[in-house]
Every structure is written in structure tokens, then in C-alpha cells.
Nanobody, 117 residues
Framework: QVQLVESGGGLVQPGGSLRLTCAAS????????MAWYRQAPGKERELVAR???????AYADSVSGRFTISRDNTKNTVYLQMSSLKPDDTAVYYC???????????WGQGTQVTVSS
């Protein structure tokens, strides 16, 4: 069983920064691909950034150059550093763990990010 707990969301002004944290329990973190998704009101959930078990990263075009995903396998934690935030970044951000050998696919409860002046 895996549990994911996100933190770090909040209200920030346009141009500001936030760092989201996702702490994972269980034994599969280091062998899993971790990702951040987001869902804005009235929109579908979309992939924001992904990091593989070996550290390869991928980003949505809309956040490339502004967001950075990283992981610390010693702490079972994945981060999303968000900079130059825009009102369009307002959404609930979800952490996802996907482990291919076990077919595990887990989601956190989400953390709200609001970008507004």
C-alpha cells in the first residue's frame, strides 16, 4: 500500500513562487515514476511534470522553463518548484506514483494553488 501526501499549496501573487512537496509511504518510491498533475475548475486533469526513477524529466509546454520537478529517494519525496506563476496556473495539484512492475498507480489528495493579485 502506498500513501501520498502533498503540501505547499496556497495563495501567491502573479510572478511569485511556490514549492510543492509530496511525501510517499511504502517501499516502491525509488523504483517508481513520480508526476505532478493539475486540474483547474471545469477542465480535465493534465500532466504538469514527470520524473522517472533514474531522474529523467518531462514537462508540459505551458510550464516548461518555469517549473522544476525533482526527487529525493532517501526521503521518499518529490518536489515541484514553481516560479513565475501565472493566474492560469491556478488549480488543484496532485501527486502521482506509477510503478510498472507492480502496476501500482496511486494519487494524493491534492493541494490547492491559487495565483491571484
Amino acid at each position: 500500500q502506498v500513501q501520498l501526501v502533498e503540501s505547499g499549496g496556497g495563495l501567491v501573487q502573479p510572478g511569485g513562487s511556490l514549492r510543492l512537496t509530496c511525501a510517499a509511504s511504502g517501499s516502491y518510491f525509488s523504483s517508481s515514476t513520480m508526476a505532478w498533475y493539475r486540474q483547474a475548475p471545469g477542465k480535465e486533469r493534465e500532466l504538469v511534470a514527470r520524473i522517472t526513477r533514474v531522474g529523467s524529466t518531462a514537462y508540459a509546454d505551458s510550464v516548461s522553463g518555469r517549473f522544476t520537478i525533482s526527487r529525493d529517494n532517501t526521503k521518499n519525496t518529490v518536489y515541484l518548484q514553481m516560479s513565475s506563476l501565472k493566474p492560469d496556473d491556478t488549480a488543484v495539484y496532485y501527486c502521482n506514483l506509477r510503478n510498472i512492475p507492480t502496476a501500482y498507480d496511486y494519487w494524493g489528495q491534492g493541494t490547492q494553488v491559487t495565483v491571484s493579485s
